[in-house]
């Protein structure tokens, strides 16, 4: 008997947590029969334990891969999106490729599929892709914009932080410029094994004042774990005079949990767009929910 050992199929820590979803039910993969679809998809996350597929709990790619088991029946499935969003947080555009064996076109699948996912996540769009296409791998930048509110408001509680304190808005966006450019921003994450650096390269950060609301929007090549969050919470503690620019610098050159404290709530934050080759990101930066 051969002592060779099997040769693994998931090859890192992320794929070996996916297995589920490559194994479902034991399908397998043919390579010749099956199409891949590019799904543009928009949520309210306020109900849901993030985007990523867990066992025991409600989640977006949980329910899309189920609404897909639905439609589609017994044959190899395979959901994939662009990157992770934390429990309660929103997507106005989050990207996913779909692998199934269907003769369906495309706008019939998002009609039918949107026909079983429930009022608060909607397909936006479905086109063919190429096979090759990865709806994580390929994307070149990501982006989020983040609202605060200046009041209280009735309708948009799931949608914003709302600060009672008054906020120094120019030294909130003056302070934002330190965070542009490569970066190591291990003080503004948990520990995650899933992630091989803490470094990345934010690309710009745009700030604006519309009515009762300030936008923030957070272009990088990529986020880890609770970032952006912890990048609103310090430039909100720089806008109500607790914190510096300075208190950026040291975090962004020492190892501290600090930012921890200051993680903004899920509630104001939103996955806006990602990018792929060739395509840029020029839309105004307006607010989602209008608050005056």
């Known amino acids: 008997m051969s002592n060779r050992k099997p040769k693994e199929r998931f090859s890192s820590h992320r794929d070996k947590k996916f297995k589920s979803v490559y194994q479902l039910k034991n399908r397998t993969k043919s390579t ?13 996350g306020t109900r849901y334990s993030g985007w990523q597929k867990q066992e ?11 609404a897909s088991e639905e439609l589609f029946g017994d044959g190899y499935i395979d959901l994939q999106g662009s ?4 429990s309660g947080v929103h997507a106005i555009c989050q990207v996913a490729h779909l692998d199934v064996k269907t003769m369906l076109a495309p706008e019939v699948i998002q009609n039918k599929l949107n026909d079983l996912l429930p009022h608060d996540i909607n397909i936006l769009k479905v086109q063919k892709a190429k096979k090759d296409f ?5 994307a070149k930048s990501r982006c989020y914009i983040y609202q605060i509110s200046r009041r209280r408001t009735a309708f948009g509680k799931n949608f914003v932080w709302w600060i009672k304190d008054d906020l120094d808005f120019k030294k909130m966006e003056s302070a934002s410029k330190l965070f542009i450019g490569m970066n190591n ?13 803490t470094k990345v390269l934010i690309d710009d950060i745009q700030m604006k004042e519309e009515g009762d609301i300030i936008l923030i929007r957070i272009i990088g090549s990529h986020f880890i774990w609770k970032m952006v969050r ?3 919470g310090i430039l909100v503690e720089i806008g109500r005079g607790r914190k510096s620019e ?3 610098l040291y975090y962004l050159n020492h190892k501290t949990n600090e930012p921890a404290k200051f993680t903004a709530p899920p ?9 792929y080759s060739g395509e840029l990101i020029n839309k105004e930066l307006v607010s989602i929910i209008k608050i005056s």
């Open 32 to 44: 010749q029969y099956y199409t891949r679809f590019k799904l543009l998809i928009e949520y309210e």
């Open 56 to 66: 025991n709990a409600k989640t977006i790619q949980g329910l899309l891969i189920k």
């Open 83 to 86: 990157g992770r969003t934390d």
């Open 134 to 138: 990865h709806a994580r791998h390929d």
């Open 185 to 197: 921003f291990s003080s503004f994450s948990d520990d995650d094994p899933e992630e091989k650096s």
């Open 230 to 232: 912890r990048i609103v």
């Open 246 to 248: 300075k208190d950026i």
């Open 267 to 275: 509630s104001g934050l939103f996955l806006e767009t990602v990018t």
